[in-house]
């Protein structure tokens, strides 16, 4: 991967780049992510956002490492409840998932789909597994931990630690998606 990566939504309208290397490369299997991917993959047009094993791919960057380059007014939030202080940011041009934020957090969770194929980071572990439906069986290519590890957390803690303990904020989404839940 190289230092500045341009990533589109699926009709190119909403470009953002991030640069140097990922936190971490992951697929989440919380209960959470898969009610969001099963929601956000049904909105019209709308990519897959979970895989086979019901997990949503994400490539995890350090906010001040994330700009948004073109159409911010396309960017719209969902909320799995109204009191909830995750959002996931849709590019509603094409419904294409951007990114899973943690409102008070220094970093952004990028969906997979932006990137191409043979670009996508490789993942590096598959986290939460113990929300997973229970007919599902995991592929051991990669550590399959039931809730985040130490070593998650350390990674977040050092990416903090380098940007000086800040939290920048995303503040160019206009609003919340306007679809109902399937």
């Excluded at 140097?20 to 697929?27: F, W």
């Excluded at 989440?28 to 909105?43: H, I, K, R, V, Y």
């Excluded at 019209?44 to 997990?55: R, S």
């Amino acid at each position: 991967m190289t230092n500045n990566t341009a990533l589109s939504c699926q009709c190119g309208q909403v470009t953002i780049q991030v640069q140097a290397q990922p936190i971490l490369s992951a697929a989440c299997l919380c209960t959470e992510c898969q009610q969001a991917g099963e929601f956000l993959q049904s909105l019209p047009g709308a990519p897959e956002v979970l895989d086979e094993y019901a997990a949503t791919r994400f490539v995890l960057y350090r906010k001040d490492r994330m700009r948004l380059i073109k159409g911010h007014k396309y960017l719209r939030e969902h909320r799995l409840t109204k009191d909830t202080e995750t959002r996931r940011v849709i590019a509603t041009c094409c419904n294409t998932p951007l990114f899973l934020e943690f409102i008070k957090g220094h970093w952004l969770s990028l969906y997979g789909v932006l990137w191409p194929a043979d670009g996508l980071p490789k993942l590096e572990l598959r986290t939460m597994t113990k929300d997973k439906k229970e007919d599902i069986v995991l592929a051991d290519d990669v550590p399959n931990p039931k809730t985040h590890t130490l070593t998650f957390y350390a990674k977040l803690l050092f990416a903090w630690l380098a940007m000086g303990f800040r939290s920048p904020k995303i503040d160019y989404v206009q609003g919340t998606l306007n679809a109902e839940k399937p």
